[in-house]
């Protein structure tokens, strides 16, 4: 059997997938996973599996995942060893642990192989699995430059050169990086932006860390001023010439008018540079991006709470839920400087703003925390019914009233009683992915396969939209309803006609970097949507970009790079805000 958490959680017998079931069982079973062959006990997986506030239902709850479990893993795979539970597991049937046998054997290529996108992707509101996924990451990114040394030990200059520009930018902090983009550049032939290369990775140690560069990155940069031969390609050049290919000496004339042409470009350069001001901040985990719709650049970020997840905008302030602290930020949205962190005592998983407050949904808290949008004081925390014991991730508000989503439910909050109105399960719909509000109706993104239109007013289906992948973000605007998912390796983006419900449009994205979670389709990078300021737009997780796509002929007219891993997205006016962890 053939387990794997090095992208999409799978799991594969005999070339079969086998089905786990999404929330408290697959949870259940990566920390098993992450903990083989030991007797975890009980107490232990309901704490790491629903924090210090576990619902009564929490044991009855573990108990039917581990029997689900047993049956779909077979006989002598998952078993009772009080005061616990003990996953058996081969080493070799893990991919995390043939990753990291193969970079210790040092076979970089082999391991990065088994690489799929981001581990345990789907699990990205649970505690113990960002620990986990933070240390793979750490593994990944170990490798990724042992496999560039090789690269470099065999001649792979110039080519490398796009590749380590683009992990530099991402990973602005790893000084390891800079090093090898500085030697691909300089035994390419480039000596200036080689030692430009350096500036830059000093510049933002400084910014960041207010450190200067290791020791070695300094020893490099002088070896680069003295074009010390060391430095020189063990193998021949990317690409010798031939005698017959070797270039002509150019003459004089020529030269000079290179060179006047050089300067002058530069100038253009230097005053393009002034006019549009410094370059781009450097975003870092935790924070809250603006992006200028005019341009189409960064021009801030702001520091907020950990691991932050959606966003909610106001004509004064920009709200953040953050899912890794419990709290939610409140943020100047002209001067963009955090105004505090508001602890609301749980999971903060996702917000929405209407009906007069801010609304939080708590994941798995499975709550909605009300916020006073002028004090930050909490004015009523709204606790789901006994029956309803999924996990409230999505959230939204529009017309006067508060949706939330928890498992297969649709929740009415009505603002004014303090009570939760409705909470009957949808027969059209069994795993709600998002909610938004808007063209007279609610809408459902759902792992059916679905986009559900629902009445305002009964709160039951008025019909729904089928198509080739699961949606996993939806949005209105534009007199249309936006839904993203993936399929065959593409990210995509639907319209929907809000009146006939017919889809009229598929706009690809770009790439899905995560395929193939459940049979042919799968949860992709791509995590929100978002209309307004002129554009659809929707964050690539995995990525680091900001899509943004003409609602009029619903092509993608600008990639942004962000950086980070964006998440959530809310648009005012004048700016899109966008989440990046």
Same mark, same amino acid.
């Given at each position: 059997?053939?387990?794997?958490?090095?992208?999409?959680?799978?799991?594969?017998?005999?070339?079969?997938?086998?089905?786990?079931?999404?929330?408290?069982?697959?949870?259940?079973?990566?920390?098993?996973?992450?903990?083989?062959?030991?007797?975890?006990?009980?107490?232990?997986?309901?704490?790491?599996?629903?924090?210090?506030?576990?619902?009564?239902?929490?044991?009855?709850?573990?108990?039917?995942?581990?029997?689900?479990?047993?049956?779909?893993?077979?006989?002598?795979?998952?078993?009772? *060893?009080?005061?616990?539970?003990?996953l058996q597991l081969d080493p070799d049937?893990?991919?995390?642990?043939?990753?990291?046998?193969?970079?210790?054997?040092?076979?970089?290529?082999?391991?990065?192989?088994?690489?799929?996108?981001?581990?345990?992707?789907?699990?990205?509101?649970?505690?113990?699995?960002?620990?986990?996924?933070?240390?793979?990451?750490?593994?990944?990114?170990?490798?990724?430059?042992?496999?560039?040394?090789?690269?470099?030990?065999?001649?792979?200059?110039?080519?490398?050169?796009?590749?380590?520009?683009?992990?530099?930018?991402?990973?602005?902090?790893?000084?390891?990086?800079?090093?090898?983009?500085?030697?691909?550049?300089?035994?390419?032939?480039?000596?200036?932006?080689?030692?430009?290369?350096?500036?830059?990775?000093?510049?933002?140690?400084?910014?960041?860390?207010g450190l200067q560069p290791n020791p070695?990155?300094?020893?490099?940069?002088?070896?680069?001023?003295?074009?010390?031969?060391?430095?020189?390609?063990?193998?021949?050049?990317?690409?010798?010439?031939?005698?017959?290919?070797?270039?002509?000496?150019?003459?004089?004339?020529?030269?000079?008018?290179?060179?006047?042409?050089?300067?002058?470009?530069?100038?253009?350069?230097?005053?393009?540079?002034?006019?549009?001001?410094?370059?781009?901040?450097?975003? $870092?985990?935790?924070?809250?991006?603006? =992006?200028?719709?005019?341009?189409? *650049?960064?021009?801030?970020?702001? $520091?907020?709470?950990?691991?932050?997840?959606?966003?909610?905008?106001?004509?004064?302030?920009?709200?953040?839920?953050?899912?890794?602290?419990?709290?939610?930020?409140?943020?100047?949205? *002209?001067?963009?400087?955090?105004?505090?962190?508001?602890?609301?005592?749980?999971?903060?998983?996702?917000?929405?703003?209407?009906?007069?407050?801010?609304?939080?949904?708590?994941?798995?808290?499975?709550?909605?925390?009300?916020?006073?949008?002028?004090?930050?004081?909490?004015?009523?925390?709204?606790?789901?019914?006994?029956?309803?014991?999924?996990?409230?991730?999505?959230?939204?508000?529009?017309?006067?009233?508060?949706?939330?989503?928890?498992?297969? /439910?649709?929740?009415?909050?009505?603002?004014g009683s303090d009570v939760v109105v409705?909470?009957?399960?949808?027969?059209?719909?069994?795993?709600? $992915?998002?909610?938004?509000?808007?063209? /007279?109706?609610?809408?459902?993104?759902?792992?059916?396969?679905?986009?559900?239109?629902?009445?305002?007013?009964?709160?039951?289906?008025?019909?729904?939209?089928?198509?080739?992948?699961?949606?996993?973000?939806?949005? =209105?605007?534009?007199?249309?309803?936006?839904?993203?998912?993936?399929?065959?390796?593409?990210?995509?983006?639907?319209?929907?006609?809000?009146?006939?419900?017919?889809?009229?449009?598929?706009?690809?994205?770009?790439?899905? $970097?995560?395929?193939?979670?459940?049979?042919?389709?799968?949860?992709?990078?791509?995590?929100?949507?978002?209309?307004?300021?002129?554009?659809?737009?929707?964050?690539?997780?995995?990525?680091?970009?900001?899509?943004?796509?003409?609602?009029?002929?619903?092509?993608?007219?600008?990639?942004?790079?962000?950086?980070?891993?964006?998440?959530?997205?809310?648009?005012?006016?004048? /700016?899109?805000?966008?989440?990046?962890?």
């Open positions: 059997m053939d387990f794997r958490i090095l992208g999409p959680m799978e799991v594969v017998d005999e070339g079969r997938p086998v089905a786990i079931r999404r929330g408290k069982e697959q949870a259940l079973l990566a920390y098993l996973l992450l903990h083989p062959n030991q007797v975890v006990p009980r107490e232990r997986l309901i704490d790491e599996l629903w924090g210090e506030r576990p619902p009564p239902t929490a044991t009855k709850i573990l108990q039917n995942a581990v029997s689900h479990l047993r049956k779909q893993l077979g006989e002598g795979r998952l078993l009772t *060893r009080e005061p616990g539970y003990q049937e893990l991919d995390a642990n043939r990753f990291q046998h193969l970079a210790q054997q040092g076979q970089p290529h082999q391991a990065l192989a088994l690489w799929r996108g981001t581990p345990l992707v789907e699990l990205q509101d649970e505690r113990f699995a960002d620990d986990a996924r933070r240390q793979l990451d750490d593994h990944h990114a170990n490798t990724l430059e042992d496999r560039i040394d090789n690269d470099l030990e065999n001649g792979k200059n110039s080519e490398l050169i796009p590749e380590l520009e683009h992990l530099t930018n991402q990973h602005p902090l790893r000084e390891r990086l800079h090093a090898q983009l500085m030697l691909a550049l300089y035994r390419s032939g480039r000596q200036a932006d080689a030692l430009e290369a350096y500036q830059h990775a000093r510049r933002t140690l400084e910014t960041e860390l070695n990155l300094q020893h490099l940069q002088q070896q680069i001023l003295n074009h010390d031969p060391t430095l020189t390609t063990p193998t021949p050049p990317d690409k010798p010439r031939s005698p017959a290919t070797t270039p002509r000496p150019r003459h004089k004339p020529t030269l000079i008018a290179a060179v006047v042409a050089l300067l002058a470009a530069l100038a253009i350069a230097l005053v393009f540079a002034f006019k549009s001001g410094s370059s781009p901040p450097v975003v $870092r985990a935790d924070s809250l991006v603006a =992006v200028d719709p005019k341009s189409n *650049r960064v021009v801030g970020a702001t $520091r907020v709470g950990a691991a932050p997840r959606g966003a909610a905008v106001t004509a004064k302030t920009i709200w953040v839920a953050n899912s890794g602290d419990g709290t939610v930020s409140e943020v100047d949205a *002209r001067s963009r400087k955090l105004v505090r962190n508001i602890g609301i005592g749980a999971q903060a998983t996702e917000i929405a703003v209407g009906a007069g407050a801010v609304w939080v949904a708590t994941g798995l808290d499975n709550t909605v925390v009300q916020l006073d949008a002028r004090t930050g004081g909490t004015l009523h925390t709204f606790r789901f019914p006994r029956d309803i014991d999924a996990s409230a991730y999505a959230i939204a508000a529009g017309d006067g009233k508060v949706w939330a989503v928890s498992g297969s /439910r649709l929740v009415e909050i009505d603002p409705r909470r009957d399960p949808l027969t059209c719909c069994g795993g709600l $992915r998002d909610v938004a509000v808007g063209a /007279r109706a609610v809408w459902l993104a759902d792992l059916g396969q679905l986009v559900a239109r629902i009445s305002q007013v009964t709160a039951r289906s008025t019909g729904t939209v089928k198509l080739e992948a699961v949606p996993t973000a939806i949005t =209105v605007g534009y007199g249309s309803v936006w839904a993203a998912g993936s399929a065959a390796g593409r990210l995509l983006l639907w319209r929907i006609d809000p009146e006939t419900l017919q889809l009229t449009q598929t706009v690809t994205l770009g790439t899905a $970097r995560n395929p193939g979670l459940y049979g042919s389709y799968g949860f992709l990078s791509t995590v929100d949507v978002a209309a307004g300021a002129g554009a659809v737009w929707a964050t690539d997780f995995d990525a680091g970009t900001l899509i943004r796509v003409d609602p009029d002929s619903g092509t993608v007219a600008k990639v942004i790079h962000i950086g980070g891993y964006p998440r959530g997205l809310a648009v005012s006016p004048h /700016r899109v805000w966008v989440t990046v962890n």
